[in-house]
C-alpha cells in the first residue's frame, strides 16, 4: 500500500528531475541551438545522411545552427539511442535517448538524460581524463584510460571514441 508521504515524495522527485530535464534543453539551447525553436519543442530527433534533424510536432523540422556540432551517435539513424554533440571548445553533450526510460516514456522527444562533458585537470600521468555530469541523475563518471572508453559511430560511419 502507497502511503500520501511516500506518493508525495515520489511527485516531488518526478518533478525535479523534469526540471532537471528542462534545464537540459535550455543548456543545448544555449550552446547547440536549432535553426529555429528550441529544443524544448522537438518531437524527434533524426539523423538524415551526416546532419541531425529536429522535427516539431506540426511536422516542421530544422536541424543545428551549426551542422558541424553533431558528431556521433548510438543506434539507427532513424531512432538513435544516443546522440552527442561537441560544442565550440571542444567538449561534448551526451543526448539519451529512451523510449522506456523513466524520464524518456514521458518526455515529447524521449530524451531520457543529457551530459555533459568537463575537463578534469590534469594528473601527474597526464592522460586525459574527462568526467561527465547528468542533468537529471547528478552522477559523474570518471573516464580515463583506466576505466575504458565511451564508443559512438561518427557522422561519418567511422568509431567515434571517447
Not at 528542462?22 to 533524426?46: I, M, N, R
Not at 539523423?47 to 529536429?54: D, G, I, P
Not at 510536432?57 to 558541424?68: F, K, R
Request: glycine share 6%; net charge negative; aromatic share 8%.
Amino acid at each position: 500500500m502507497t502511503t500520501h508521504t511516500q506518493l508525495k515524495s515520489d511527485l516531488h522527485h518526478l518533478l525535479s528531475t523534469n526540471d532537471q530535464l528542462t534545464l537540459a534543453k535550455q543548456y543545448l539551447d544555449d550552446h547547440c541551438p536549432l535553426e529555429f525553436g528550441s529544443h524544448q519543442d522537438v518531437a524527434h530527433y533524426v539523423v538524415y545522411y551526416r546532419h541531425l534533424l529536429a522535427f516539431f510536432a506540426d511536422g516542421t523540422h530544422c536541424g543545428l545552427d551549426n551542422s558541424a556540432q553533431f558528431v556521433a551517435l548510438c543506434g539507427h539513424k532513424e531512432q538513435p539511442d544516443t546522440l552527442l554533440l561537441k560544442k565550440q571548445d571542444g567538449l561534448h553533450i551526451e543526448l539519451t535517448i529512451n523510449r522506456k526510460g523513466r524520464l524518456g516514456e514521458q518526455d515529447l522527444a524521449h530524451l531520457d538524460d543529457v551530459q555533459i562533458e568537463t575537463p578534469l585537470a590534469a594528473m601527474q600521468n597526464s592522460e586525459r581524463q574527462r568526467i561527465w555530469l547528468s542533468f537529471v541523475n547528478g552522477i559523474q563518471t570518471l573516464n580515463s584510460a583506466y576505466t575504458g572508453c565511451k564508443c559512438f559511430t561518427a557522422k561519418d560511419g567511422s568509431d567515434y571514441v571517447l
